[in-house]
């Protein structure tokens, strides 16, 4: 669920100085007693050790070890007080991707990585290291997104040791999820790094016109909107949006961005999060099965 209230913007060096200071060892019984972790931790998902959010990995069998999909969490807990205050603790606690994750797992040999967002998962002392600002007003920052990012780039070097070259990476993003997944997608981009496609699901994948919408406070998003408009330049962005989903809506989508409308996917009987898993089991999943983006 995503929701937000305005807040000043944490340094870019106290940020730093978090992300040394939360290690995911601090994590470790907290993530693993989540009843979706344990499930995936039960279905052969190993959890990385000393990447800062909690990453989980699965590598495929067979020539479909090298073909990965990553799957970047949402916002994680719902707000308290209508939306006003956000909550204690960010840690979801009805989490699609980990769902997502589990559905694959059961469904293809792909290779699959889990990553969480910055300070979800973690134990009292851990989180007690955290700033509320990196959950709420700066969630989508830079700065978040580059931690995020540091647990992908750990998770996919674990994987290249394992399954050897990977072939095509692709991004999935759900709610906020989807809004990091653009700004890391976009850096892999202009470095050069394997990337094929980021699939944004009931993501506020204009959140300019979704915060004005929704009279929600202004919420800085950094270099969103170039990395956004690199994306879309290169046709690698597929948007999926839940037609009964009344948090996030295809008006969301300013008139302007024609592209992004013509080619944002209306779900019938979908919401937030009820009603993905069997689009992805049915639609997505196969579809990204059968696509073929190897770099070979």
Same mark, same amino acid.
């Given at each position: 669920m995503i929701f937000l209230a305005s807040r000043r913007a944490i340094s870019h060096t106290l940020a730093l100085a978090l992300m040394t200071l939360i290690s995911s060892n601090g994590c470790a019984s907290e993530a693993e007693s989540h009843p979706q972790v344990k499930e995936l931790l039960d279905g052969g998902f190993l959890r990385l050790e000393n990447t800062p959010t909690l990453t989980l990995t699965r590598v495929g069998e067979n020539s479909e070890a090298k073909r990965v999909v990553l799957f970047i969490e949402g916002d994680?807990?719902?707000w308290r007080d209508f939306g006003f205050k956000p909550p204690n603790d960010?840690?979801?606690?009805?989490?699609?991707s980990l769902r997502l994750a589990l559905h694959s797992r059961h469904q293809s040999n792909l290779t699959l990585i889990y990553v969480s967002r910055p300070c979800q998962f973690k134990?009292?002392?851990? +989180?007690?290291?955290?700033s509320p600002k990196q959950w709420s007003t700066e969630r989508y920052n830079d700065t978040q997104a580059s931690i995020v990012e540091t647990s992908i780039s750990l998770a996919l070097k674990n994987v290249a040791a394992?399954?050897?070259h990977i072939s095509d990476l692709q991004i999935i993003g759900h709610s906020g999820g989807g809004l990091l997944g653009v700004k890391?997608?976009?850096n892999r981009l202009r470095k050069n790094q394997i990337f094929s496609k980021l699939y944004a699901i009931a993501s506020p994948i204009d959140p300019e016109t979704w915060l004005k919408n929704h009279r929600l406070n202004y919420l800085p998003v950094g270099t969103y909107y170039q990395d956004l408009t690199l994306l879309i330049e290169n046709e690698l962005l597929d948007v999926y949006l839940g037609e009964s989903d009344r948090i996030v809506r295809y008006i969301d989508?300013?008139?302007? +961005?024609v592209w992004l409308r013509k080619k944002s996917i209306l779900v019938p009987n979908v919401k937030h999060i009820s009603g993905w898993s069997?689009?992805?089991?049915n639609t997505l999943l196969p579809k990204i099965k059968a696509q073929k983006f190897l770099t070979e």
């Open positions: 994680g807990a719902t960010p840690t979801p606690k009805n989490s699609l134990g009292q002392e851990a +989180l007690a290291q955290c394992t399954a050897g890391i997608a976009a989508i300013n008139t302007d +961005l069997d689009y992805w089991n």
